[in-house]
């Protein structure tokens, strides 16, 4: 069993890598998303008072 302890270890630290990649991938997305919602919806509120507001597109 002491032969496999390595190979055990290192195909945890790269499965735990793609893991924690993936997850921070989608909180990164959803950061993004959060913070172009906001975006959106003070851009309607303040073309609503009669602002010219010029909408960035990215």
């Known amino acids: 069993m ?6 055990i ?5 790269f499965v735990v890598g793609i893991f924690l990649s993936y997850m ?3 909180f990164i997305e959803k950061g993004i ?8 919806l003070s851009s ?3 073309t609503h ?3 010219d507001i010029v909408k960035r597109v990215h």
Do not use: C, N, T, V
Request: no cysteine; aromatic share 8%.
């Open 2 to 7: 002491e032969e496999w302890q390595p190979q």
């Open 9 to 13: 270890m290192i195909g945890l630290f």
């Open 24 to 26: 921070g991938a989608i």
């Open 33 to 40: 998303e959060r913070i172009r919602h906001k975006l959106q």
């Open 44 to 46: 309607s509120r303040a």
């Open 49 to 51: 008072k009669g602002k």
